[in-house]
């Protein structure tokens, strides 16, 4: 899963980004266009260090996120020349956390210095909201010259008449999200990548003394939204763990700013996790909500789906509960399933499948 950082420049991305990986970056201000900083990052899970624990296992292979850093976006930005570079990154990302800055700086002149996250979600709805017209608009053209081409029309037809949806909702300023296709049309429209149809996590950056604020979603799709003064998130991973304890208590932080950062991420792309465990590898798989068993086996392997005979489900909270798979399976809480049973959060699965 790739999830994109991006913002107004200022906003706290990069510093957001130091907060989350393990080797920091210099906070020069990006350059519109220049490539993103880029790191993966494991997901911490309680539930799986539980099942290393349990297991001690040869391999131990948490989740992991790919995270990248973008250029901020100035306002403007859709329509400059630059338009092309500055959000192409962008539109390959499963997902956008849009950090938005609530902490007054002097720092960036030609931006107001004033708190105002509310204004500059609707500076970033604009820019995005610019740049997918753009795109669904030179589609359009695209389309009018293939339908000059009998053989093709009926399905250019369609495809504009899809894409015109898009541009009707964009010119009224709503998010492409709003406009519901059905699966096929979805389909034709997937490939253009639409800034505003991808699911958004919304990061309030707080000032270190600052308080909560009111936010409305206004244009895009915004699944999740949390706050945190990302500055002392930052500098606490710098500190010794001493010092960390002490600050992080003074501050009123409880769990740190990584952990929640990823929770807030699956929640906001709707993912949940899998745990596959044995001596030899303990680890966790990143699905949809909603996905079957066939799915996450798919997820381990192809051959896993296409011989899927069973899914083995041991129920986590049960496992936790007992101690061991055995003791699960005595207490007879240890289920098989078929290829439509939807997958839990947690559950603990063993794919039973023909070669
Ligand atoms: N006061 C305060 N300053 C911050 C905070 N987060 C970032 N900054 C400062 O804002 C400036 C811009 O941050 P940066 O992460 O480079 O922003 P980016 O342009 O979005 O990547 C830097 O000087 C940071 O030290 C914060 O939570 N509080
Ligand atoms: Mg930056």
Redesign the pocket.
């Known amino acids: 899963m790739k999830i994109a ?1 991006v ?12 907060a989350l990986v393990d080797k920091p970056v210099d ?4 350059v519109p266009g220049a490539a993103p900083h880029v790191a993966v990052v494991r997901v911490r899970d309680e539930r799986l260090e539980w099942l290393r624990d349990l297991y001690s296992p040869k391999k131990y292979s948490p989740a992991s996120l790919t995270l990248e ?1 973008h ?2 976006i100035p306002p403007g930005a859709a329509r400059s020349d630059r338009r092309g570079e500055l959000f192409a990154g962008m539109r390959n990302a499963d997902g956008l956390v849009i ?1 938005l ?5 002097d ?2 002149a030609f931006d107001d210095p004033t708190a105002d996250p509310a204004r500059d979600l609707e500076l970033v709805a604009i820019e995005f909201i610019t740049a997918d017209l753009e795109i669904c608009e030179r589609r359009l053209q695209r389309l009018a010259s293939e339908w000059k081409k009998p053989a093709t029309r009926d399905r250019v037809e369609k495809e504009q008449a899809v894409v015109k949806r898009l541009v009707e909702a964009l010119e009224d300023e709503k998010g492409a999200h709003t406009v519901e296709l059905r699966s096929d049309e979805e389909g034709l429209v997937r490939g253009f990548q639409l800034l505003t149809r991808k699911p958004i996590v919304l990061l309030g ?4 003394d ?1 308080d909560a604020f009111d936010l409305a979603a206004g244009a895009l799709d915004v699944q999740h939204r949390f706050d ?7 500098d606490l991973l710098q500190m010794d763990e001493e010092d960390r304890a002490v600050f992080s208590e003074e501050y009123g932080i409880t769990e740190p700013l990584r952990d929640r950062f990823n929770l807030g991420c699956y929640r906001g792309l709707g993912l949940q996790s899998f745990f596959t465990v044995g001596e030899d590898e303990v680890r966790a798989w990143t699905i949809e909500k909603g996905d079957d068993a066939v799915t996450a086996a798919g997820k381990i392997h192809t051959d896993l789906a296409k011989g899927f005979i069973r899914a083995e489900v041991t129920p986590y909270p049960e496992l936790r509960e007992l101690g061991s798979e055995r003791e699960v399976k005595a207490a007879g809480k240890q289920r098989l399933e078929g290829k439509d049973y939807t997958v839990k959060d947690g559950d603990v699965l063993n794919i039973r499948f023909s070669k």
Do not use: H, M, W
């Open positions: 950082l913002g107004l420049p200022g906003a706290g991305k990069t510093s957001l980004f130091n906070l020069l201000p990006g850093d250029a901020g950090v800055r609530a902490f007054t700086t720092r960036y950056n707080t000032a270190e600052g945190a003064c990302v500055q002392i998130e930052a």
